[in-house]
């Protein structure tokens, strides 16, 4: 991590390092109190998302994230839009954040548009905050893959 890199920079390399499953770099770039809302039952530490990612990459070994429209709003905030898209190749687990194992469906995913805000601190990101839409979120993707969980509509 270079501490002179611009939001956008520290933003892009951590979307592209999730989508390659390089948890070392997405790590590097995470505070100790960074916190994932907005597409999970609850909100996630940076160990339950780096578990999330890891899990869903299992699964979805292809899993995008596609972020666009990105725009820094200040030097604390920016935000974008994600469209979330993969196909299911392995089966895999949620039991860490509470879920059932996921069966193998072989099915293609794709998420509706999903607006998304970063904070950050000192360079690094405290926030991924995900507003949820129908059709979104973990719910969304598992409903795609055939797995509807009343806990979690």
Known sequence: M?????????VLN????LEVNDQEVVES?????????GWTPQPLGKP?????????????PGLIFNLHNILEEDETMLTGTLRISGYQSQSFSLQD???PDVALQGRSIALPSEDVT???????????????????????????LGVDLPVIQ
């Not at 270079?2 to 520290?10: K, Q």
């Not at 505070?31 to 809302?37: G, I, L």
Request: avoid cysteine; charge should be negative; charged fraction near 15%.
């Open 2 to 10: 270079n501490s002179r890199e611009s939001n956008t920079d520290i």
């Open 14 to 17: 951590v979307m592209n390092a």
């Open 29 to 37: 770039y995470l505070a100790e109190a960074f916190t994932f809302s």
């Open 48 to 60: 339950g998302f780096l578990s999330l990612i890891t899990h869903l990459k299992e699964g979805i």
């Open 97 to 99: 954040i509470g879920l």
């Open 118 to 144: 970063y904070r950050f601190e000192q360079d690094q990101l405290v926030a991924f905050a995900i507003e949820p839409v129908p059709g979104s979120g973990l719910a969304g993707l598992l409903h795609q």
